[in-house]
């Protein structure tokens, strides 16, 4: 007799709680200080720096999609190499390339909802319980990665665009990830489309907080050392992997038995 089973298969990417968001977050503030870092304190530039990171992203995507199971360490060190990348390489659009905040924001939105339109035609789904085959895999680094990169153009353009400094533009965000935590306790709103806003919203947050603590004082920052506030975030993230259990989330899969 043949029938449907449902059995509990393990993603290669960790379990969403609070914990989760917290490391999320702290990677990003990592990703806008640790970009400045080698573009501006270095001086490397935006296009020399993007291609640097693009460069290591592609190898730890490449390595998360090996991997057999969960990493915890692999999977985060592949989030802050995307929001790194996501740093450069929207400030070479936003300042190289000339096309301005608010263009730069616009092109990014695109790529995002493009990417998660195709995962979604090709699997039927965009929820992250399902990122454990090499199809998905790459599906979701894209998505993340141009998640990351539209995220640091939003915060630089309500941070400078809208004048109300980075700041201002951490209160704004974080106020949005309120909202949207709100509507995941007290509605019926889909989760998986609440993740992604979740996701894009962080991204920005970390990025106007990574921007309050280097940016020189006469532009709205605490002109802290950028590497120094980078080593200092990083050590706080290797801690809390240390010290906050992760695991793979699980997902059902099916399976056929007679």
Known sequence: MNGSLKQQALAKVPEVTLAFWVIKIAATTLGET????????????????????????????????????????????????????????????????????????????????????LWYRAEGTVSVATVNT???????????????????????????????????????????LAVVAALYYWTSVSRVGLFWAAFILTRPLGATVGDFLDKPVAQGGLALSRPLASLVIGVFMIACILLIPQRAGEHPTSASAS
């Open 34 to 117: 640790g970009g400045d870092t080698v573009t501006m304190t270095l001086n490397w530039g935006y296009l020399a720096g993007t291609a640097l990171f693009l460069g290591l992203l592609i190898a730890l995507v490449v390595a998360q999609i090996l991997a057999k199971k969960f990493h915890p360490y692999l999977y985060w060190a592949t989030i802050v190499a995307s929001t790194t990348c996501g740093t450069t390489a929207a400030d070479f659009a936003d300042r190289s390339l000339g096309i301005g905040y608010t263009g730069g924001s616009s092109l990014l939105l695109c790529c995002v909802l493009a990417t998660l339109g």
């Open 134 to 176: 090499p199809n998905v895999e790459a599906f979701y680094w894209t998505t993340i990665t141009f998640s990351q990169t539209l995220g640091t153009a939003l915060g630089d353009w309500l941070a400078d665009t809208g004048g109300i400094g980075y700041l201002g533009g951490a209160l704004v965000f974080g106020a949005a």
